[in-house]
């Protein structure tokens, strides 16, 4: 679901030099790569380009995105996508707004992607929010073979051109997670995507406790790359049925098909940041792991979901490193829940 960062403020994108430096520099059509949708909607309003497309991953950023471009009357168009070139090579300039923490393999990944999303001659600029960038320079040499740089108010503005042929470079991760004497399942995962690379530790602990019956319904809310939903799969049995939900459409797509390799027929995903238009009192048992690191809003809009999406007498596994915040809101919706603590986390079994 929604990974909330952001910039340290003011932007770079609020720099009038850096603005009329990037204004200067833009040849549409625009494409603008990810970006939160405050520094995207601010960049687009000051360079005042008329034919833009937002990338996103994230249909929550893409949804913000759209209702903050509307705010201020424009007009450009937000696409959301597993990959950013799933999109046709119709721009001849993309801009990428890195964010200032971030995964380091998502970064390398926009920057290599976006290479085939332009046309021979087509330019990536992107705009770093550090003076002294340690990932950009290198990078942007090794894959256009040439980059420009200048100082941006407290960043830094790259820029190069595409000149040659490059193959494409799918940035993935297998790992394999094993859960009691089960037998091992394996899971595809790339960059963007929560758990990237490793079964983690607070998605271990919710697997380790919950109770899955031979035929349930499991709801995964956020589900990743699958991992939680697709252990429940593996319990519930030919007359079980899971569906698998999260706003990343990277994360959707790695779901189905870690599915579909983990032996799992009886599934669904579904690719959506509103959590009110699931399946009411549809399901028995509700997986959510809301990241820690965010808003309690997050894992409120998952509580609220498990609620109204479980049947009479279904049951809620959620897994928290904040149960002094979480286990309040669990209980005003559940009423009192159990608190199984492990391996660093606790998971609340209401």
């Known amino acids: 679901m929604p990974a909330r960062s952001a910039r340290a403020e003011p932007s770079v994108c609020e720099t009038p030099e850096v603005i009329e430096r990037i204004r200067n520099r833009i040849r549409p059509p625009l494409l603008v790569v990810l970006g939160s949708p405050r520094e995207v909607v601010e960049l687009l309003a000051r360079t005042e380009v008329q034919e833009a497309t937002c990338f996103q991953l994230d249909l929550y950023q893409a949804d913000r995105l759209h ?44 920057v290599e992607q976006a290479f085939h999303v332009l046309p021979f001659r087509g330019q990536l600029i992107v705009l770093s929010p550090f003076e002294k960038d340690q990932l950009f320079p290198a990078l942007l040499k090794k894959v256009f073979h040439g980059v420009r740089a200048s100082p941006a108010g407290e960043g830094t503005l790259f820029w190069c051109q595409r000149e040659r042929e490059r193959p494409r470079r799918r940035h993935e991760v297998t790992f394999h997670a094993r859960v009691g004497e089960a037998p091992s399942l394996c899971f595809l995962s790339r960059p963007g995507v929560f758990s990237y690379g490793r079964f983690d530790d607070g998605a271990r ?12 319904r499991v709801l995964d809310i956020g589900c990743g790359c699958g991992t939680n939903g697709i252990f429940a799969g593996k319990r519930n049995g030919p007359d079980g049925h899971v569906t698998l939900v999260d706003s990343n459409l990277r994360a959707i797509a790695l779901a189905e098909l870690n599915a579909t390799a983990n032996g799992l027929t009886r599934f669904e995903t579904l690719g959506s940041c509103r959590l009110d238009d699931l399946p009411r009192a549809a399901f028995d048992v509700a997986l959510a792991n809301p990241p820690y690191y965010a808003q309690t809003s997050i894992a409120l809009s998952f509580i609220e979901c498990a609620r109204r999406s479980l049947k009479p007498g279904g049951r809620l596994y959620l897994v928290t490193k904040q149960p002094e915040q979480v286990g309040p809101i669990v209980a005003e919706h559940f009423g009192p829940a159990e608190a199984v603590e492990r391996r660093g986390y606790v998971v609340l079994c209401a």
């Not at 597993?82 to 971030?102: E, M, R």
Request: hydrophobic letters at 45%; aromatic letters at 6%; a negative charge.
């Open 205 to 216: 602990a919710l697997v380790e406790t919950m109770t899955i019956e031979p035929g349930e």
């Open 67 to 110: 209702e903050e471009l509307a705010q201020r009357g424009l007009a450009a168009r937000v696409v959301t996508a597993p990959d950013l070139w799933d999109l046709p090579a119709d721009f001849q300039t993309a801009l990428y707004l890195p964010p200032q923490g971030g995964e380091r393999d998502l970064k390398i990944d926009m």
